[in-house]
Nanobody, 116 residues
């Protein structure tokens, strides 16, 4: 059974950094896309970043471009979201997803709170 588990969220001050992780288990290869979404209270879920199976191609929402970096370590079946220059509007629950064909598997989410 495939499982996706996020960790490493938490609290930071504006302009600070956090690096949540996304660990995948129950897979036999790294042939899947990975993405991070986020959802703030009262707002729709937003796609934040996507990375291909090899890690060579990444895409970002305009709201995080230049501040966030998605990466993955296929040897560890783990993806990361390096978040720098955090802003209060980055406060949200961050969800990791793996996509294999038309199948999605989401994690439970990790809370990120940015405030002074």
């Amino acid at each position: 059974q495939v499982q996706v588990v996020e960790s490493g969220g938490g609290s930071a001050q504006p302009a600070g950094s956090l690096r949540p992780s996304c660990a995948v288990s129950g897979v036999t290869s790294s042939s899947y896309l990975m993405n991070w979404d986020r959802q703030a209270p009262g707002k729709e879920r937003e796609l934040v970043a996507v990375i291909t199976n090899t890690g060579r191609i990444t895409t970002y929402a305009d709201s995080v471009k230049g501040r966030f970096t998605i990466s993955r370590d296929n040897a560890k079946n783990t993806a990361y979201l390096q978040m720098n220059s955090l802003k209060p509007e980055d406060t949200a629950v961050y969800y990791c997803n793996i996509k294999r064909g038309t199948s999605d598997c989401w994690g439970q989410g990790t809370q990120v709170t940015v405030s002074s």
